[in-house]
């Protein structure tokens, strides 16, 4: 009797599983301190060459089911002990093996380091940190110890040189306020994206007000964690995805350790940074005080900023801590004001405005609790809040260009913000069938406040932030006076599912609950036209908005060997219209009353990976596509002045493609070589981008191309070093972009709309480091590039806001 050929394949297909399933075997072990024999628990053991990874429990115990019969490599990893690697033969007929570490407790003598200190090229995000899922998502991790780069004046565009597509916005040379866009996403104060320090929010109003009027100082930061849309999930809703600044931790092995870095440069800046930090038995503590000051490029832009920060930890037991954390920041900033085109072709260091100025005074309060629950599950409890308050006082009239005589009254605008909120989520791993998966459950509950004031401030010049009354006022017409609370409920879950050693999905899902009130009054001033008041108007509103929706995205990802990964992702994205933004009047701007929710999708498909010791790199494409996009579109007034007009476009659809790679050239010719003294690695950062409004019911926009999206968006650089001397140059290049939906090409008397021209800025920095001591010196903008990053419709502008000319900075820091 003859059988087909399929089938007689099968029957051995089958043979072959039961087989293997015959072969596999079970591990178990017990781990323990080599000098007192007490169990270590909390120990990973992870079985190289697959994704199997065990915990000890209490006892030091541990268990691996369905080990493939053979020989097999064990690593182990434990806090506070030196990590171990071990080869057993499995299986081990029902034994429990015993495996001892060894505490990292020595004395070391002083050693030259030879090799550079910085891990070579662009680093990701682990699939799965402490109760967080990263597995599949384009994501990117900054280290500011790894750079030489400018870190007192927090240079956006040096510290993240690294991030492909990024579109920095430079408003100020202390940078105090952090402004980064991509893939089409307005940069002002990084409003696009979630952005939190140690994992809770420090924006106004997560909600109502988004944006970020305090920066952690990037002196203070061990990490700064990047991921684009697909954290949508896990941390909130919008397009640009999750920006979170890691702090540093407390010195573990230390009592006392203490850092000062003090930096002096160009236009009277000054910057003393010092920290704290220890361990005393199962307490430990770090924090830190910043002073900065500076008179600025331009004539009128004087700051002065502090900020303070504590971080206290206590260890109950192995499996269980608490921390609390306060932070705050202060500042005042005189603001030059924007320049017309016409003016920033005279002489882009001018400034016409002496009376404008901003203050914050910002305070943030979190406690966290951490239980290790098993040695598979984790349970984490944020509890955080915000109290702080936003000023800006300035005379800025739709005509950039008029100059400010005193006589007239300041436009003054304060915001009054008290928030908090809960967040907790549960990470395990389990056993599905014969692979091992990840289960990450979350909730949120947020409560938002935000008090609005918009009125008429004195005629003086300094920074006199008190409210005067509407009678006789001169030039200012709008005033308003508001309130925002805004409730927000979510919960969430990711599962990652590894379908084989090379393999997994991670599908994820998000309940959102949203509920925005708005209720106050807004009036304005009618004046006859000699410019006498004719009457003052005043109307009482009161809005309810609220919506439920679920979000869902997925994940895969594929790696062929450790070393190279092909991820992919789809999530979608949703952004609630802000009720505040809708009340500030602007004198360059109208709002539209009729706005909606933004919605769309982020997708992603990349290639990111390693080559020997040589090369490191990340190539993804990507698309966004947003439904009702918020914009702004050329429109003009009763005297045919230009104003910029926000409201929904239209849908928009925004492709490219994001590439990092980074080459170490001494390494790439002979990549088993040790390292010597010597290191030179050049880096490169290009995105091509396509941005384009596929429909849109305003005429003239369908078919434009989409605001703040520079076709071509390059940084270049190198590093070289001998022993404990180090340098790198880098060239950030950004081509000529929109501020509008219109592509308007003249910007007329406001200047606030027109086109960006694309610039060119070259960096340099140095250090040199022995022991204690470390010297730090770069030069921004070497080659005195006149160039700028956007035209500012109300504070610090209206107008165009030049970017800095060339200065030099040097810092001496130590540490013992």
């Not at 628990?41 to 079985?47: I, L, R």
């Not at 609370?485 to 379908?499: G, H, K, R, S, T």
Request: proline share 4%; hydrophobic share 35%.
């Amino acid at each position: 009797m003859r059988f087909p050929v399929s089938s007689v394949a099968l029957v051995v297909s089958v043979l072959a599983s039961f087989s293997a399933l015959a072969q596999q075997a079970s591990l178990r072990g017990r781990v323990r301190e080599a000098d007192t024999g007490r169990p270590v628990a909390g120990c990973e053991v992870y079985v190289r060459g697959s994704r199997q990874i065990a915990r000890t429990d209490s006892a030091g115990l541990f268990t691996i089911a369905r080990l493939s019969a053979g020989r097999q490599q064990l690593q182990f990893s434990s806090i506070g002990h030196e990590p171990f690697k071990t080869e057993v033969e499995a299986p081990t007929d029902g034994l429990v093996l015993d495996f001892t570490l060894t505490r990292r407790e020595r004395q070391l003598k002083e050693v030259v380091v030879a090799a550079p200190a910085t891990r070579f090229g662009p680093q990701h995000l682990r699939e799965v940190e402490g109760t967080a899922i990263f597995a599949a998502k384009k994501s990117d991790v900054i280290v500011p110890d790894n750079l030489v780069a400018n870190l007192a004046t927090n240079n956006a565009r040096q510290v993240y040189a690294r991030v492909a597509g990024l579109n920095i916005w430079e408003n100020d040379q202390g940078g105090l306020q952090l402004s980064i866009g991509g893939r089409g996403l307005d940069p002002n104060r990084t409003s696009n994206f979630n952005v939190r320090q140690n994992n809770y929010d420090i924006s106004a109003d997560a909600l109502g007000y988004p944006e970020s009027y305090y920066t952690p100082p990037i002196e203070a930061i061990r990490r700064i964690q990047l991921v684009r849309g697909a954290a949508s999930l896990q941390y909130g809703t919008q397009f640009g995805g999750l920006l979170n600044f890691e702090l540093r931790a407390p010195e573990p092995d230390k009592t006392v350790s203490v850092v000062s870095r003090q930096t002096a440069g160009s236009y009277g800046f000054f910057n003393s940074f010092n920290s704290v930090s220890g361990t005393i038995k199962r307490l430990s503590y770090y924090t830190f005080a910043q002073y900065k000051r500076g008179d600025g490029w331009r004539p009128n832009s004087h700051f002065d900023s502090k900020t303070a920060y504590a971080d206290v930890r206590y260890q109950f037991t192995e499996s269980f801590k608490v921390g609390a954390q306060i932070t705050h920041l202060d500042y005042l900033a005189q603001q030059p004001g924007g320049l017309s085109d016409a003016q920033y072709a005279a002489d882009a260091r001018q400034s016409n405005r002496e009376r404008n100025w901003f203050a914050v005074d910002w305070n943030l309060f979190n406690a966290s609790a951490d239980w290790k629950l098993s040695p598979q599950a984790n349970l984490n409890v944020l509890a955080f809040g915000l109290r702080a308050t936003r000023k800006s006082l300035g005379f800025r009239p739709n005509q950039v260009a008029l100059p400010d005589d005193d006589s007239y009254l300041r436009d003054l605008i304060t915001g009054d913000f008290r928030n908090y909120g809960v967040e907790a989520r549960y990470l395990s791993r389990y056993a599905l069938g014969q692979k091992t998966g990840v289960l990450l459950l979350g909730t949120r509950y947020y409560h938002g406040y935000n008090h609005s004031i918009q009125g008429f401030g004195p005629k003086g010049r300094g920074a006199d932030f008190h409210f005067v009354g509407p009678e006789g006022v001169t030039f200012t017409n709008s005033f308003s006076d508001f309130e925002f609370p805004n409730q927000n409920v979510a919960v969430f879950a990711e599962n990652i599912f590894y379908l084989s050693d090379k393999v997994s999905v991670t599908p994820g899902v998000r309940y959102e609950y949203i509920r925005t009130t708005s209720r106050g009054s807004y009036g304005n001033v009618i004046r006859d036209n000699a410019g006498n008041i004719d009457a003052i108007r005043q109307t009482e509103e009161q809005r309810l908005s609220p919506r439920g929706f679920v979000l869902g995205g997925i994940g895969l990802s594929y790696k062929p060997v450790e070393t190279r990964e092909l991820y992919g992702n789809i999530s979608q994205n949703y952004r609630s219209i802000t009720f505040s933004d809708m009340r500030i009047a602007n004198p360059s701007a109208v709002i539209d009353p009729n706005l909606q929710d933004e919605r769309g999708f982020t997708a992603d498909l990349g290639l990111r990976g390693e080559q020997g010791q040589w090369l490191t790199y990340d190539v993804s494409l990507f698309a966004l596509q947003y439904g009702n996009r918020i914009g702004e579109v050329q429109t003009y007034d009763a005297l045919e002045r230009v104003l910029r007009r926000r409201g929904n476009i239209g849908r928009a659809l925004i492709l490219g493609v994001e590439s990092y790679a980074e080459v170490d050239l001494l390494r790439a010719g002979r990549p088993a070589a040790e390292p010597g003294r010597w290191s030179l690695a050049v880096l490169g950062n290009l995105a091509l981008t396509r941005g384009r409004y596929t429909q849109s019911e305003i005429p003239g926009v369908t078919g434009k191309q989409v605001e703040f999206v520079p076709a071509v968006n390059l940084k270049a650089g190198a590093r070289a070093g001998y022993g404990p001397f180090k340098g790198s140059v880098q060239i950030t290049h950004l081509s000529k972009q929109y501020s509008d939906a219109t592509n308007a090409e003249l910007g007329g008397i406001s200047a606030v709309i027109g086109p960006i021209p694309a610039y060119s800025v070259l960096d340099v920095s140095a250090s040199w480091e022995r022991r204690w001591l470390k010297l730090e010196g770069s030069i921004n903008n070497l080659a005195s590039t006149i160039y700028f990053t956007r035209r500012a419709t109300g504070y610090p502008g209206p107008g165009i806001l030049p970017g800095d000319g060339r200065s030099f900075f040097l810092t001496v820091a130590v540490k013992w």
